[in-house]
Antibody, heavy 128, light 110 residues
Framework: QLQLQESGPGLVKPSETLSLTCTVS??????????WGWIRQPPGKGLEWIGS???????YYNPSLKSRVTISVDTSKNQFSLKLSSVTAADTAVYYC????????????????????WGQGTLVTVSS | QSALTQPASVSGSPGQSITISCTGT?????????VSWYQQHPGKAPKLMIY???NRPSGVSNRFSGSKSGNTASLTISGLQAEDEADYYC??????????FGGGTKLTVL
């Protein structure tokens, strides 16, 4: 059974960089047809897709966060990571990592679709 | 502001059916058959209930069904049960290989 587990600091100071890692177990992060993504949820609010990465390193980001986000992958450790720079209180949220099924169209366009496995989530608070 | 529009809340009595709508545009819901639905209980991670508009993952009750017409997708839950009380989110692939979520709908079982 595939499992994902988020890890990282639960408290980050304003203007600093939020860093989280997702460790995948029970399966290989190098499997084809899957992208690995980050989703966040501010307290009492809805879900927001942050971005996704393929094991090769190909990435797609939410345009609203793109300037501050970096997602990377370490296949040797079966992990992928999130860095969000210049954080403010608005970045306080539960951060989830998840696996998404992807397809490629005949035109070579990557379709990142649904998330079938999720981590339990980790709360990150931005505060001085 | 969410990319997709959902009603903030819906309610129904046990045994009844309810439908939650998810309205987007021709650049997301209307343009692709890549709509998914998630159930989230308080303090828990979201759970995939429907993918590719109308497909159910293994283990999800057949009381849950999905459909789409134009720019609006819908999740229908039949035979409502107390355990169905949760937040529900829709999601859709959008152009440029991005993903959008709806704002979420709180389902109350009366």
């Amino acid at each position: 059974q595939l499992q994902l587990q988020e890890s990282g600091p639960g408290l980050v100071k304003p203007s600093e960089t939020l860093s989280l890692t997702c460790t995948v177990s029970g399966g290989s992060i190098s499997s084809s047809s899957y992208y690995w993504g980050w989703i966040r949820q501010p307290p009492g609010k809805g879900l927001e897709w942050i971005g996704s990465i393929y094991y090769s390193g190909s990435t797609y980001y939410n345009p609203s966060l793109k300037s501050r986000v970096t997602i990377s992958v370490d296949t040797s450790k079966n992990q992928f990571s999130l860095k969000l720079s210049s954080v403010t209180a608005a970045d306080t949220a539960v951060y989830y990592c998840a696996r998404s099924v992807s397809r490629i169209t005949i035109f070579g366009v990557v379709i990142i679709s649904y998330f079938d496995y999720w981590g339990q989530g980790t709360l990150v608070t931005v505060s001085s | 502001q969410s990319a997709l529009t959902q009603p903030a809340s819906v309610s129904g009595s046990p045994g009844q059916s309810i439908t939650i709508s998810c309205t987007g545009t021709s650049s997301d819901v209307g343009g692709y058959n890549y709509v998914s639905w998630y159930q989230q209980h308080p303090g828990k991670a979201p759970k995939l209930m429907i993918y590719d508009v109308s497909n159910r993952p293994s283990g999800v009750s057949n009381r849950f069904s999905g459909s789409k017409s134009g720019n609006t997708a819908s999740l229908t839950i039949s035979g409502l049960q107390a355990e169905d009380e949760a937040d529900y989110y829709c999601s859709s692939y959008t152009s440029s290989s991005t993903l959008g979520f709806g704002g979420g709908t709180k389902l109350t079982v009366l």
